[in-house]
């Protein structure tokens, strides 16, 4: 067996880079950072100015409880004042607020813009192991949660600090005393703090997380799926699917609240007011009883007493869901980091199309390899059928030839060249595929089928669609190949697989790659596909899945594939005449009578 090392040669060794392949946030926020200061000045602002109605009732307090006569003059320059900030603070609040949520649109923009594009770039494969609701979670719920990070923490991460900052210094300047013991509440509910972040409480919230991620799964798939659900009478297990996931949700949601609760109702109890209001009057009453305070001082600690607390107890309340939206920044920044497949420095040029599998190791997870050491030649001019048990690998060995994953060692070279050398545009016009699970656009039918060569006439389109059996099923549609799939009309799976098929024709790729991309199709249909691949050219190399006997018996040559390995090969004739491992596995999944159809 001649296996090529998995190291890249001296063209695959420079990689070209694109700027758009820096994910980490500091990029994406820069642009956004001025407008993040003015968020940030005009909070600041208003927080110092809400200060100035509680000082002047303070000033006021101490005038009136004074002895002697209060000056009218400085009762009005007090009340003047206190009113001229509370205005001021709802100047600048409300800029502040403002301003933020159009920033958090900017940013939640930016994000599903920026993911569009990483989506639109990332390999196929990666995407092909991934459902649409998990992918969808990212691009909308978790967007979304951002937003108190964007809108809300600025505001009340500046509230928590200046307001205590500057009550702090200005009760310090009255008693120093007195000042500590109004911290107290404070002190104890940041005491409690750590303990909502204990390892425990981590876990608990990415198993809530990954809880919720499993019912939009499911809500999703469900969906998606209802029209074969119901047809062959498999409602109740979809639902059962969902009842499971929403029961385990619960179950998830009781240990997350079990854990959360008496900490949160201890930090709610040391910033609730009675309790501040408490410890302050028991402090000052000490202090006064003493001769230590005058009595008049204790106003400003009462009415600043919960200044203190009160934007901590905001922060608090904030808590989770600061955490949960930095908990989806995080899945939002890992979507963000999937590279695309590495494009060469210096792309080559294949010779021919003449496909061959060196030595290829490949598996989705470490440790586990898929295929297992798999050499094949596929010639120009011949047709390849690949059969063996499920979870043998067929799937995974196909999806090599359109690239979806680079294997981890050996290499698939297209007419000599290493497909890690060959850009993705040459390669896409050279390699062409139609799977099981297709999707198609919501789009014209015409759209559909020339999505690989926007500038194909209609007549062209026309003649992909009747080779690929689906013309006669266009024309009975509303507007005929000008109906939009998705909204004018509905294809089923198998009409979707032909017009697939006929994109994949039009595309007149020299190598085609099937992964039984007639299982849906009706016997006369799938007949007249395998024509239309027969009549498509004398040197057009095809690689397909088969199942069907009538797909085996068309093949050149037949590949047997168990666990990641190639056990046989050859005519399918000559394997069913050798009586080997072959005609085992075909004897066991067909009747003795199709053997004729093989000879």
């Keep these: 067996m001649t296996t090529i090392d998995s190291a890249p040669p001296a063209t695959r060794r420079e990689r070209v880079r694109d700027p758009a392949d820096d994910a980490s946030m500091t990029t994406l926020l820069r642009p956004h950072l001025p407008a993040f200061a003015a968020v940030v000045t005009l909070q600041i602002a208003g927080a110092l100015a809400g200060l100035a109605p509680l000082l002047a009732v ?16 400085h009762v009005r320059t007090v009340v003047i004042a206190g009113a001229a900030g509370l205005l001021v603070r709802l100047v600048c609040t409300a800029a502040s607020s403002g301003l933020g949520h159009v920033l958090d649109a900017d940013v939640q923009l930016a994000l599903r813009r920026r993911l569009a594009a990483r989506l639109g770039r990332a390999p196929i494969g990666w995407l092909s192991r991934r459902s649409t609701g ?4 990212v691009a909308g719920e978790d967007v979304s949660a951002v937003h108190p990070l964007i809108a809300h923490a600025p505001g009340e991460l500046v509230a928590a600090f200046v307001v205590p900052a500057a009550s702090l210094v200005y009760l310090l300047t009255i008693d120093w005393r007195l000042t500590l013991v109004t911290l ?43 029209a074969v659900v119901k047809a062959f009478g498999g409602s109740g297990r979809a639902h059962r699917a969902f009842l499971v996931a929403v029961d385990d949700f619960i179950a998830t949601f009781v240990r997350w609240v079990r854990g959360m609760s008496l900490v949160a109702a201890g930090m709610q109890l040391a910033l609730s007011p009675p309790f501040v ?27 600043l007493g919960l200044g ?7 922060l608090g309340h904030g808590f989770d869901d600061l955490t949960a939206a930095g908990r989806a920044l995080g899945r939002v920044k890992d979507v963000l980091a999937v590279g695309p497949l590495p494009e060469p420095a210096t792309p080559v040029t294949p010779h021919g199309h003449r496909v061959e599998l060196r030595g290829v190791r490949f598996g989705y997870e470490p440790g586990h390899e898929v295929l297992r050491g798999v050499d094949l030649v596929l010639e120009p001019g011949t047709t390849t059928a690949v059969v063996g048990p499920s979870g043998g690998g067929k799937s995974t060995l196909v999806r090599l030839l359109p690239r979806f994953f680079d ?13 890690r050398d060959i850009g993705g545009d040459e390669l896409y016009r050279r390699v062409a595929f139609v799977f099981q699970d297709v999707r198609l656009l919501r789009a014209p039918v015409a759209d559909n089928i020339a999505l690989a060569v926007p500038y194909a006439s209609r007549d062209a389109v026309v003649r992909a669609a009747r080779l690929a059996g689906i013309h006669d099923r266009v ?15 509905r294809l089923s799976g198998g009409e979707a697989q032909r017009v697939a098929l006929a994109r994949a024709l039009l595309a007149d790729a020299p190598v085609l790659v099937l992964d ?69 596995f075909w004897h066991a999944r067909n009747p003795a009578r199709q053997e004729e159809e093989l000879r």
């Design 58 to 73: 303070v000033e006021l307090g101490r005038t009136l409880l004074a002895p002697g006569p209060a000056d009218p003059a």
């Design 134 to 137: 998990e992918l969808a979670k």
């Design 184 to 226: 107290i509440p404070v002190v104890l509910a940041l005491a409690l703090v750590p303990l909502l972040m204990l390892p425990a409480r981590a876990r608990e919230q990415e198993e809530f997380d990954a809880a919720m991620g499993r019912i939009a799964g499911s809500v999703v798939e469900f969906v998606q799926g209802i």
């Design 277 to 303: 209001l408490l410890v302050v009057l028991t402090g000052g009453a000490a202090l006064i009883s003493g001769g230590g305070l005058a009595p008049a001082d204790l106003l400003p600690f009462l009415l």
């Design 308 to 314: 203190l607390t009160a934007p901590v107890a905001a």
């Design 407 to 419: 294997p981890e060692h050996g290499a698939v070279l297209l007419g000599g060249a290493d497909l």
């Design 475 to 489: 024309m009975e549609l509303p507007r005929g190949y000008d109906t939009v799939i998705g909204e004018e009309a």
């Design 516 to 584: 039984e991309a007639t299982s849906f199709a009706d016997p006369q249909t799938e007949q007249a596909v395998r024509r239309a691949l027969a009549g498509l050219g004398g040197d057009r190399t095809i690689l397909v899945i088969a199942h069907r006997q009538e797909t085996v018996a068309g093949a050149d040559t037949v590949v047997l594939l168990e666990d990641g390995v190639i056990t046989e090969r050859g005519a399918p004739a000559e394997l069913l005449e050798r009586g080997g491992r072959f005609a085992a």
